[in-house]
């Protein structure tokens, strides 16, 4: 015979939720500084890249259809 699955409940699901998140957290480990700069300038680094190619769009925009 076939078992039914049941649904999860909301609580199940908030369980589940909390679990994975502890075993998330357990898994990870906090940067060196070397890594944090690292990651911060590359960031940075993207950040501007997309402003300055909203600001192109933009300016294109304004100058072209306006």
């Known amino acids: 015979m076939e078992q039914l699955e049941e649904k999860p409940t909301l609580i199940g699901k908030f ?3 909390v679990r994975e998140c502890i075993r998330v957290l357990k898994v990870t480990k906090k940067p060196t500084k ?5 990651i911060s300038k590359i960031s940075g680094l993207g ?3 997309i402003g300055l190619i909203g600001f192109i769009v933009h300016l294109i925009d304004v100058l072209l259809f306006r």
């Open 34 to 38: 070397e890594e944090f700069k690292t």
């Open 15 to 17: 369980k589940n939720f």
């Open 47 to 49: 950040i501007l890249i």
